[in-house]
């Protein structure tokens, strides 16, 4: 039933956005083509170059509308959950921790799969930051001198990979943070939709200084030279070190990304405990 529901639910979504990513990529295309002309027929004067100027704009309006699209959807089929469709989704035999686990997985794809689109969009058009022999993200190779030295090759692709990890962590926690702030705004009488805008807003000032705050006070319990915090952080590096057999690990950098995931998979955890519990009320189910 569980798989149903999420292949339902990703069939649902995906008559809305992908018309709006294939739409995104046009609008790409048809920018890289009149460039290429531009630039292969040498073309001069005002109009034409408006007209690049346009299609640039144009290209850009279409990502934005894109990942717009991709936040309001995800938000809104959870909204629909505690709505019209969370009487019938009450007949099914599908527990609450599943019925967030289809939303939360659902939205979380497709926002993975607008970045990975983006990127490639932007990879293609020679302005992604990448490093010069490829790396994902573009943050090894001669950029940084952390030890002195710049990264190996390994050590590289194994920075990307962590990166990668927080940004998957950091996007379902955007998505459960999203998924509270439309339960708050459920609650109130009149205007839900505009108390679950207000709500989001305010409450990201107080997300963005809690996890600041956090992450800086991990940073610092891994940084120090002796203690716990010092046995743990060594844990880490000699973890990543014997498991990949890499050289050049950059203690540094695989401490803060720790730390990062380690608040990222606390604050997902109580998220993910608070909306479970609202929407089994809600639903009155388990």
């Known amino acids: 039933m569980l798989t149903k529901l999420l292949k339902y639910e990703?069939?649902?979504?995906?008559?809305?956005?992908?018309?709006?990513?294939?739409?995104?990529?046009?609008?790409?295309?048809l920018y890289r083509i009149y460039t290429a002309l531009y630039g292969a027929l040498h073309l001069t004067g005002a109009v034409p170059g408006i007209l690049?100027?346009?299609l640039l704009f144009l290209y850009g309006l279409t990502v934005f509308a894109a990942g717009l699209m991709t936040l309001l959807i995800g938000a809104r089929q959870f909204y629909r959950l505690l709505g019209e469709d969370g009487y019938f989704l009450f007949t099914l035999p599908v527990s609450a921790a599943q019925h967030i686990a289809v939303k939360l997985i659902c939205a979380t794809g497709w926002l993975g799969a607008y970045l990975l689109l983006g990127g490639l969009l932007n990879r293609?058009?020679?302005?992604?930051?990448?490093?010069?022999?490829?790396?994902?993200?573009?943050?090894g190779g001669d950029t940084l001198y952390f030890t002195g030295n710049p990264l190996s090759l390994g050590a590289e692709r194994?920075?990307?990979?962590?990166?990668?990890?927080v940004v998957v962590l950091a996007i379902v926690c955007s998505?459960?943070?999203?998924?509270?702030?439309?339960?708050?705004?459920?609650?109130?009488?009149?205007?839900?939709?505009?108390?679950?805008?207000?709500?989001?807003?305010?409450?990201?000032?107080?997300?963005?200084?809690?996890?600041?705050?956090a992450v800086v006070a991990v940073v610092n319990f891994l940084a120090s030279d002796e203690g716990a915090g010092a046995a743990v952080a060594g844990w880490?590096?000699?973890?990543?070190e014997g498991l990949h057999r890499v050289d050049g690990i950059v203690p540094g950098l695989w401490v803060i990304l720790a730390a990062m995931a380690a608040v990222l998979i606390a604050v997902g955890a109580a998220l993910w405990a608070i909306v479970h519990h609202f929407v089994a009320k809600r639903l009155n189910i388990v």
Do not use: K
Not at 158 to 165: N, P
């Open 158 to 165: 194994l920075l990307d990979a962590g990166l990668v990890g």
């Open 236 to 240: 880490v590096v000699d973890f990543v």
């Open 175 to 213: 998505n459960l943070f999203l998924f509270l702030c439309i339960i708050i705004g459920g609650h109130w009488p009149r205007h839900r939709a505009l108390a679950s805008v207000l709500s989001y807003f305010g409450l990201t000032y107080a997300w963005q200084a809690v996890f600041i705050g």
């Open 10 to 29: 990703v069939r649902a979504t995906a008559r809305m956005l992908l018309p709006v990513y294939a739409g995104m990529v046009l609008a790409w295309g």
């Open 52 to 54: 690049q100027m346009l």
């Open 124 to 139: 293609l058009e020679g302005h992604a930051a990448a490093a010069p022999d490829g790396s994902i993200l573009g943050v």
